[in-house]
Every structure is written in structure tokens, then in C-alpha cells.
Nanobody
């Protein structure tokens, strides 16, 4: 059983940065791959990126490669999404999710636990 809570969202101008955090409670998260997803109004939920349980491998959607970075601290049970060079199209509710898969799948159905989401708004 894992409970996830995202934080760090807010309003930022294009070109700015935000750091999102996902705090886990319950069992240790080292056996879970962690993913970040986002959903903008009127659009489908989109895979942003993921990180393996050990933190050794990361995956990113093409739209955020080179701008976003995922990291994790299993001892502190936190996962971080560092977002740089933000664009208006990054505006969405961002969700943290945990999957028992070895890798970090891009398909949401692989994730068992989800946070409540945090709003990121990027103005032009």
C-alpha cells in the first residue's frame, strides 16, 4: 500500500522552472517504478516520464526530453520532477504514479497508485 502526494505546482512564466515533488507514505518505494503523467483540459492523460525502482534508468516523452529530469530518493521516499524551460503547452495537472513493473511503463494502466495531482500553469 502506497499513498502518493504531489506538491510544487504553481504559476510560472514561459521559460521558467518548477520542481514537483511526490512524497510517498506506507511501504518503501524501492520496488516500484515511478511515473509522471499530465493531463490538460480536453486532452488525454499523457506520459511525461518515468524512473526505475533503483533510479538507474529514466524515460521521457519526446515533448519534454532535454527539459525535464526525474530523480528519486528511495530512503526519503520521494520522487522529483525538475521542469526547466517551461512552455505554455506544459500547462496541465501533473500526477505521480507508482507501478510494480521493473521499468517505468508509458501506459497508465500499469500503475497501481496515483497521487491527487498538482496544477502547473505556464503563461506566455
Amino acid at each position: 500500500q502506497v499513498q502518493l502526494v504531489e506538491s510544487g505546482g504553481g504559476l510560472v512564466q514561459a521559460g521558467g522552472s518548477l520542481r514537483l515533488s511526490c512524497a510517498a507514505s506506507g511501504r518503501a518505494i524501492g520496488t516500484y517504478a515511478m511515473g509522471w503523467f499530465r493531463q490538460a483540459p480536453g486532452k488525454e492523460r499523457e506520459f511525461v516520464g518515468g524512473i526505475s525502482g533503483s533510479g538507474g534508468t529514466t524515460y521521457y516523452a519526446d515533448s519534454v526530453k532535454g527539459r525535464f529530469t526525474i530523480s528519486r530518493d528511495n530512503a526519503e521516499k520521494t520522487v522529483t520532477l525538475q521542469m526547466n524551460g517551461l512552455k505554455p503547452e506544459d500547462t496541465a495537472v501533473y500526477y505521480c504514479a507508482a507501478s510494480p513493473a521493473t521499468t517505468a511503463p508509458s501506459v497508465g494502466s500499469w500503475y497501481r497508485h496515483w497521487g491527487q495531482g498538482t496544477q502547473v500553469t505556464v503563461s506566455s
